[in-house]
């Protein structure tokens, strides 16, 4: 049995109790998505605005639990300044790791190390951010929790492109 | 009942359960969740057992004799079950797989024949989604207008306006008792006033069954469902009851084998009911499972569950003012005699779901989320809330461990 401490990492409760990049976009030019957990009844809402294939600027909003809001902090962070196609890489290598079978981020780091730690404009990335949400695979019911933001930011992506 | 009358009859119950004997995390398990689904006692199990090898057979028209052993097994648990809530008949009992398709039942058969245009069907905010979604489905098909009475501050359905609500209306679906307040509704008020318009009155008992003693007569209902896996019994089966002549009158609802009494290129003749509702082969071991509980619970005796969920309920309600104040809310009546024993809490502002992970770690089963209830959050203005829910087995020990727990939650959170 996997103890509370791998699922409550002091970096998720300080990205729970101090969420980054937290409000509204302007909508156009900006592209919203909302996300529901139908389990708990959280709800996510993203906000994206991609200029010339770059994300310029996210922001997430609506309401959830200590994993779900702390997966779209990070997340806006990890994302942010980056370019479509590596935005949607990190989303699969943080599915990945999200998997029960998956070997974790750094099974798939192709897709992170060229560029986790580099400079990406919000200046404040770190691949350990990330990680840190790596506990939760051991407890199954959270996986939604901590899928949720990305996969709402797919639905943004995808929507900014129909 | 006094504390320790309390806690000798959840001793005796307790024992019978064996699934609560188990450990959770290298602690004893502390169950606090029968609102979503109850734990069964060894009867249920090995009557369970004891059909499947002894009188395992498809029902009704086998000329053997096993096969009329179960046919036997079943209709007895039909006439059992009739019993338990005073219908009228065993013929007006339906099996379904659970409320949820009991009131689908009602909707698509009854509402697909009687409802149109014009029509409208009332319903109540604090319904659980399995006596909304079917109302709004056939509602989009058949065009009639879906009504909400609304929740006061105090977990009460408001009722100032209910005559002009039901006026026009031909239904009013209400549950007897909230899955998230525990609000007792005033069931037999609202049918006289469903009936005085001319309505009929749909009961969902999916909490009042297996916590009160049931009366369909006495209540005044048209339809009322419940659900086995809540009172003791097997997943899988569920009841409609409803008066013999609306039955009659209603179509069939799904069609194929024992529905029958001829089938002819050119058309079908109905079963008689309650067969007319009861299409292909029925979850006999289940049926015979509910057979057994609705007699356990008979032994324990119904009135005695009930005084032992008021009794443990004012404990939990006093247990929890006394060690978290304001810090924790609990959402509806606050007179134990008006509610039933779920204890929806608001806890300082821990999330539901970190709140349950962490009662998890110490043992504490309760449930975090909607309730299927998405209406009633919004009323109350939550995205969710976590749930403990009382039942027989459960005692004053129990109560306390979520108390403790919940101290341990605020710890970790407090960091």
Known sequence: ?162 | MSNGGRDRFAAATKAQFPLLERQVHGRPIVYLDSAASSQKPRCVLDAMNSYYETINANVHRGAYEIAAQATEAMEAARAGVARFVNAPSADEIVFTKNVTEAINLVARSWGGANLGPGDAVVITEMEHHANIVPWHIMAAEKGFELRWIGVEADGQLDLANLDRLLDGAKLLGVTAMSNVLGTLNPIRRLADAAHDAGALMLVDAAQYVPHLPTDVQALGADFLGFTGHKMCGPTGIGVLWARAELLEAMPPFLGGGEMILDVRKDGFLPNHIPHKFEAGTPPIAEIVGLGAAVQYLDGLGMDRVREHEVSLTAYALRTLEERYGSQLAVHGPSEPACRGGVLSMSFRDIHPHDLSQVLDDRGVCVRAGHHCAKPLMRHLGVPATTRASLYVYNDTSDVDALADALGVAGEFFAR
């Open chain 1, 1 to 162: 049995m996997a103890g509370l401490e791998d699922l409550y990492r002091e970096i998720i409760l300080d990205h729970y109790r101090n969420p980054r990049n937290r409000g509204e976009l302007e909508v156009p030019p900006a592209v919203q998505a909302v996300g529901f957990n139908p389990l708990c009844g959280d709800e996510v809402i993203v906000y994206v605005d991609v200029q010339d294939g770059v994300i310029t600027d996210v922001s997430t909003g609506g309401q959830g639990c200590s994993i779900s809001q702390s997966s779209a902090s990070m997340m806006s962070t990890a994302i942010k300044g980056r370019s479509v196609a590596e935005a949607r890489r990190m989303v699969r290598a943080f599915k990945h790791m999200m998997s029960i079978h998956g070997t974790g981020i750094g099974g798939t780091g192709d897709d992170l190390d060229d560029d986790g730690d580099s400079g990406n404009g919000a200046g404040d990335v770190k691949l350990g951010d990330l990680e840190a949400l790596r506990g939760v695979v051991k407890f199954p019911v959270r996986i939604k929790c901590a899928t949720l933001s990305w996969n709402t930011l797919v639905q943004a992506l995808d929507e900014t492109f129909a």
